[in-house]
Nanobody, 121 residues
Framework: VQLQASGGGLVQAGGSLRLSCAAS????????MAWFRQPPGKEREFVAA????????YSADSVKGRFTISRDNAKNTLYLQMNSLKAEDTAVYYC???????????????WGQGTLVTVSS
């Protein structure tokens, strides 16, 4: 599966953005999906994950109540709605696909190219 992330940009603290990840290739609905991010100078970290049907989701404590992961299998697209953004959310955001839902990046086989989110304080 090929993944293309988009929707990043510059936003003020307290604002919102919605990231999208368009999938092509093998059946999107057969993959669990996730978002990870890599802040400047730091390691990649888990943000949120969702199972194949969309009925099960996981979120990092740092984004709970602010970010929502969702998917539209008919459109082969994964989303991340980000509200109440903070300066510490500044990072390159990556979408990833795997056969099983996980919060661990090494378990994901397919990755998008990343989209930069910059939150100004």
């Amino acid at each position: 599966v090929q993944l293309q992330a988009s929707g990043g940009g510059l936003v003020q603290a307290g604002g919102s953005l919605r990231l999208s990840c368009a999938a092509s290739g093998r059946t999107f609905s057969s993959y669990a999906m996730a978002w990870f991010r890599q802040p400047p100078g730091k390691e990649r970290e888990f943000v949120a994950a969702i199972n194949q049907s969309g009925g099960v989701t996981y979120s990092a404590d740092s984004v709970k109540g602010r970010f929502t992961i969702s998917r539209d299998n008919a459109k082969n697209t994964l989303y991340l709605q980000m509200n109440s953004l903070k300066a510490e959310d500044t990072a390159v955001y990556y979408c990833a696909a795997n056969s099983r839902v996980s919060t661990r990046s090494p378990t994901y086989d397919y990755w998008g190219q990343g989209t930069l989110v910059t939150v100004s304080s």
